[in-house]
């Protein structure tokens, strides 16, 4: 049974920094590009930042140089390290991984996300 399971959410003043989680089970993790996406209410979702399986990153302009992605293969876990966090950085944030498998048809997997609450 595959599961996407995020944890490291909560609420905390702008200028904090939280680190989420996402851990992986039921699918070869390592095969797989790994985002993180967020919704605020009554907006569009974001993707926020992306690892590729061979570790090449990328980053929304809202986050570029305050969020931070990384994966550790071993633990079949990624990461999404935030720093001096924002009021406009609240959302639920999700992680989703993607690939194409044989059929060149994508396969993609979404954990069930976690709420980030930026607030004084």
């Known amino acids: 049974q595959v599961q996407l399971v995020e944890s490291g959410g909560g609420t905390v003043q702008p200028g904090w920094s939280l680190r989420l989680s996402c851990a992986g089970s039921?699918?070869?993790?390592?095969?797989?590009?790994m985002d993180w996406s967020r919704q605020a209410p009554g907006k569009e979702r974001e993707l926020v930042a992306s690892?590729?399986?061979?570790?090449?990153?990328n980053y929304a302009d809202s986050v570029k140089g305050r969020f931070t992605i990384s994966r550790d293969n071993a633990k079949n876990t990624v990461y999404l390290q935030m720093n001096s966090l924002k009021p406009e950085d609240t959302a639920v944030y999700h992680c989703?991984?993607?690939?194409?498998?044989?059929?060149?048809?994508?396969?993609?997997?979404w954990g069930q996300g976690t709420q980030v609450t930026v607030s004084s």
């Open positions: 039921g699918f070869t993790f390592s095969n797989f590009d």
């Open positions: 690892i590729t399986s061979g570790g090449t990153t």
């Open positions: 989703r991984a993607r690939r194409l498998n044989i059929y060149n048809s994508p396969q993609i997997y």
